[in-house]
Structures are given as C-alpha cells and as structure tokens.
C-alpha cells in the first residue's frame, strides 16, 4: 500500500467531510495525478474524481459535481476530498489512487490506498 486514504466516518445527510490521501512508506505522490474512487457494498467501484500533479486541472463525476471538491496542497504533499451535501448514496469505500495520467479507469492508476469508510445516516 503506497498511498493513505484516512478522514472517513459517519456523517448526517447534507453534512460534510474531508477525506485526505498522502504518500506512506516513503511514497511521494508530488508528481502523480490523483484520483478518488469509490465502492459502496454490493456494487463496482467507481470513478468519482481526479486532479492533476499540477493541481491546475479537477474532474468530477456527475454524480459528486458541485458537492465534491478535489485540491492538494504541494507542500504537505496531500491531496484533499471535501465533501458537502452528503447524501446516503454516498456511503462508500473511499480509495485514493496515484498514476502517471489523468484518467478515470482505475487501469490508469498504478498506486492505491487502503480505503477509508464514509457513512451518511441520520
């Protein structure tokens, strides 16, 4: 596991989080684009959004657009997912995936996480 997904948990419906993923033992995600996955229980995952190394370029699922913001922050070395208006239909698995391209076939990303659990009930 080269990658760290953590900052899950259970949220209420519209309410927020932010899910952070940073390099771990000794990986350094600087010059990788980013993407965020996800896959609730009984279903494939899926593609939610991306951002360049630059952090110059994000895109977003249709699902997650306007709700969902993805950033990094180059210094920490730390890409972000705020997470507003949460529905219940986002209850997820989440992944942070590093790759060379931006893409959103989880076959463009050679580097994953462990997965960090978000739970929107009321």
């Known amino acids: 596991v080269q990658l760290q997904a953590y900052g899950g948990g259970l949220a209420q419906p519209e309410g927020s989080l932010r899910l952070s993923c940073a390099g771990a033992s000794g990986f350094d995600i600087y010059n990788y684009a980013i993407a965020w996955f996800r896959q609730a229980p009984g279903k494939e995952r899926e593609w939610i959004s991306c951002?360049?190394?630059?952090?110059?370029?994000?895109v977003y699922a249709d699902s997650v657009k306007g709700r969902f913001t993805i950033s990094r922050d180059k210094s920490k070395n730390t890409v972000f997912l705020q997470m507003n208006s949460l529905k219940p239909e986002d209850t997820a698995v989440y992944y942070c995936?590093?790759?060379?391209?931006?893409?959103?076939?989880?076959?463009?990303?050679?580097?994953w996480g462990q997965g960090t659990l978000v739970t929107v009930s009321s």
């Open positions: 995936a590093a790759g060379i391209q931006l893409g959103s076939s989880q076959n463009e990303y050679d580097y």
């Open positions: 951002i360049t190394s630059s952090g110059e370029t994000t």
